[in-house]
């Protein structure tokens, strides 16, 4: 029931309740070092991100806040301003072109069966070609839409391939070249509307960014990884239209394109893995992020497999 203290319910004895959600013991809640059960498992007491999470982002009926703030987006100056979504000019200097993308001719079905976490990465180069087309299938512009104004005329809307809450596209795609043939060691960003990539840093920023990996190094198999391609949440885009609502649909985006990602991979006979284990702090700090307005949220590993696929 809703307000109960789950640690209040007792527990019965063998494997149901070895597995019940309560405290190990109950002086746990009041000591300092606490696992993860001990921590979030006690939701009626102390602070707890999750519960937070899941409370502040609630849609409540008569919220006539948010009401207003979706309306504007329905305005001219509203769909003009999402028109321009992601419009930028990349310096000349910090551009670089990407070769043309590889046909994914493989069968969504077999994409699907042949999805798995790949563990064992070969160390051999990717090539530059296959990361373009993983980004362009992720973040690409692929398709557009014309919208009419109330005032008259019309605007053009650039869409994707993965949907996005009011096409606001709060989610960048930025890559670790760590060994991609045709493609300089560096941290790179995906343009989408000019599909190109901006350099934003050398191999001491690779470096930096894997450093703060956890347990990489000491993995053989998943540190010979060809690149990195790293989600980066803005989730200001979604959450000045929807609230709090927009931060819901930003981890929505990640999860979209993290899974789209991993199908474009098995179709070009790559190997892919998700990847969360990472210091939030450090890896935000080599990309120059204040990690709020914009942080790493997610990764996705990348590589020729060490035993090639059976599909």
């Known amino acids: 029931m809703p307000g109960d203290n789950l640690d209040s319910v007792p527990a019965p004895g063998g494997p149901i309740g070895d597995n019940a959600i309560r405290s190990l013991t109950p002086q746990s809640v009041s000591t300092v070092l606490r ?21 502040a982002s609630r849609i409540h009926r008569h919220d006539r806040e948010s009401t207003l703030s979706t309306r504007r987006y329905l305005s001219d100056d509203g ?3 999402v028109a321009r979504t992601d419009e930028e000019i990349v310096p000349a200097a910090r551009q670089v ?12 079905a077999a994409a699907i069966a042949g999805r ?8 051999e180069p990717m090539d530059v070609a296959a990361l373009g087309t993983v980004l362009r299938a992720v ?20 869409q994707r391939s993965v949907s996005s809450g009011g096409g606001l596209y709060p989610v960048e795609l930025y890559a670790a070249a760590v060994k991609v043939h045709g493609l300089a060691e560096g941290m790179y960003r995906y343009a ?34 060809a690149a990195l391609l790293v989600l980066v949440g803005r989730p200001w885009r979604s959450m000045r239209k929807y609230g709090p609502r927009g931060m819901r649909m930003t981890m929505h985006e990640v999860g979209a394109i993290g899974q789209q990602s991993h199908l474009a991979a098995v179709a070009l006979g790559l190997g892919s893995l998700d990847w969360t284990s990472f210091y939030d702090g ?10 709020v307005r914009r942080a790493v949220l997610h990764m996705v590993l990348l590589g020729h497999p060490a035993t090639p696929p059976t599909v």
């Open 35 to 55: 696992s993860a059960l001990g921590r979030h498992a006690e939701f009626a007491g102390g602070p707890n991100a999750a519960l937070d999470f899941l409370i």
């Open 79 to 81: 769909v003009r301003f």
């Open 97 to 108: 072109e990407l070769p043309e993308p590889l046909p994914l001719t493989m069968p969504l």
């Open 116 to 123: 798995r976490s790949e563990r064992d990465f070969s160390g």
């Open 139 to 158: 973040g690409g512009i692929t398709h557009g839409q014309r919208a009419p104004l109330r005032s008259g005329g019309v605007v053009d809307l650039a």
């Open 192 to 225: 989408p509307r000019a599909d190109v990539l901006e350099r934003t840093g050398g191999a001491e920023a690779v470096a930096a960014f894997r450093a703060g990996l956890m347990e990489v190094e000491s993995l053989p198999g998943i540190s010979r990884a």
């Open 282 to 291: 450090e890896v935000n700090q080599a990309l120059g992020f204040d990690g």
